[in-house]
């Protein structure tokens, strides 16, 4: 009976100890590995119009303006893509790796019928927003890092207020170099 209740006890500690773990473990890394080997790459846009490119541009601007190291470029001979169009997804914005290493290559959708219903007025800001943050993949950055920083890769931001990389992302890019 004692070896039970020494059992038990053993079992129930290990489970507290396990419990405590489970929520003291660490922040998970902002790191995506469909992003890029490098921090500079070439976009290529897809059936887009003019406003668009300037998003593209403004976006790829942001990025090489910051401390990151960054390099991004817009050329028509690039296999890397960015388009925009009308889906009914529940998505504003999408980064597709395929291919690894140095055969990596990306396409970026941003779905402007989803930033059109929920945007309102600032709908510019959103689609630059969603242009940066897809941009951020690219430079390994994954959504919604576990930190209390502002951050251009959350899904709560404000994309009227945060559509530039903030602080925390430049170092991330930086990290994961």
């Not at 902002?30 to 290529?44: D, I, K, L």
């Not at 959504?143 to 931001?157: C, E, G, V, W």
Request: hydrophobic content about 35%; some cysteine; proline content about 4%.
């Amino acid at each position: 009976m004692r070896h039970r209740r020494a059992l038990r006890a053993v079992g129930i500690g290990a489970a507290g100890l396990l419990a405590v773990a489970a929520v003291q473990s660490p922040a998970a890394a902002s790191y995506y590995s469909g992003g890029m080997p490098s921090r500079t790459f070439s976009v290529r846009p897809v059936g887009i119009n003019d406003v668009w490119i300037g998003y593209l541009d403004s976006a790829r601007g942001y990025w090489n303006a910051t401390a990151a190291g960054t390099h991004l470029t817009r050329t028509s001979t690039s296999k890397n893509t960015y388009t925009a169009g009308r889906w009914s997804y529940s998505w504003g914005g999408r980064y597709t790796p395929s291919g690894s290493g140095s055969s990596r290559t990306f396409t970026i959708e941003v779905n402007v019928q989803y930033l059109q219903a929920r945007a309102g007025d600032e709908l510019s800001r959103w689609c630059l927003s969603t242009t940066t943050h897809e941009l951020g993949h690219g430079l390994k950055l994954a959504d919604n890092p576990s930190t209390t920083k502002a951050s251009l890769m959350k899904y709560d931001r404000d994309p009227a207020k945060v559509y530039k990389p903030t602080a925390y992302d430049v170092s991330e890019v930086v990290k994961y170099a």
